[in-house]
């Protein structure tokens, strides 16, 4: 019964998610203007962006990744569906984990596969561009993670963005760090290998708090 609740709650999460057009178009739209407009703000001198460009990477995802959290938790609150949710013997947590995921595959995985575009327009090498969608896609899983948390607390909140944002934002410095820190390294020609590992290891401690952690909040929020 859980698995089951959940498996339907991740299908039906991935259909309102690409059912209006396409979950990503907003984030990505995002993410395109904001690492676009660097080179007029920096310059175009190509040593100038190639410094700054895992910084101004990492932080439009970041950014990017917190668009869509306002709606992860707010809509099912206000119509019952969380109620429903509740009451079916479906654990939050299952729901909470069903929710991240489908998120995270609708808009997550769309970032991770558009961040080397931006990257070799940043003039960053392009031998290292599988590695800036490697990076972007486990830092991303750790940002919805974390966004979810933020989400699950704001739910039952009128405009919550700005509360999310100020809850996950702090949350997200790790997995910025260290994934910005692999991309430095792989364009300096570095070992990568450590601070992509350390990325993963901050996403796998998301993945293992948050579903708990939202559950928690959503309860307090039915409540």
Same mark, same amino acid.
């Given at each position: ?132 969608? %490697?990076? $972007?896609?486990?830092?991303? &899983?750790? *940002?919805?993670?974390? !966004? +979810?948390?933020? /989400? #699950? @607390? ?48 901050? %996403?796998? $401690?998301?993945?293992?708090? &948050?579903? *708990?952690?939202?559950? !928690? +909040?959503?309860? /307090? #929020? @039915?409540?």
């Amino acid at each position: 019964m859980i698995f089951s609740g959940a498996a339907a709650t991740f299908i039906r999460e991935l259909r309102l998610a690409w059912g209006g057009g396409g979950g990503a178009a907003l984030p990505l739209g995002f993410f395109a203007a904001a690492t676009s407009l660097t080179p007029l703000a920096l310059g175009p001198a190509p040593d100038l962006l190639r410094a700054a460009g895992p910084g101004v990477l990492w932080i439009a995802l970041a950014l990017s990744s917190l668009l869509p959290m306002e709606r992860m938790f707010q809509a099912d609150l206000e119509d019952g569906t969380l109620d429903a949710y509740a009451g079916s013997g479906v654990a939050l947590e299952g729901v909470a984990l069903a929710k991240i995921a489908a998120h995270w595959l609708a808009t997550g995985v769309p970032l991770a596969l558009a961040s080397p575009i931006f990257w070799v327009m940043l003039q960053g090498p392009v031998a290292a561009a599988p590695l800036v969608a %490697a990076s $972007a896609l486990i830092g991303g &899983a750790a *940002f919805f993670c974390f !966004g +979810a948390i933020g /989400a #699950a @607390l704001a739910a039952g909140i009128r405009r919550g963005g700005l509360l999310i944002a100020l809850i996950a934002m702090p949350l997200y410095v790790p997995a910025m760090i260290f994934g910005a820190a692999a991309i430095y390294a792989a364009a300096d020609g570095a070992s990568w290998r450590e601070p992509l590992m350390l990325t993963a290891a901050v %996403a796998l $401690a998301a993945a293992a708090v &948050a579903p *708990f952690a939202s559950a !928690g +909040a959503l309860r /307090a #929020a @039915l409540d």
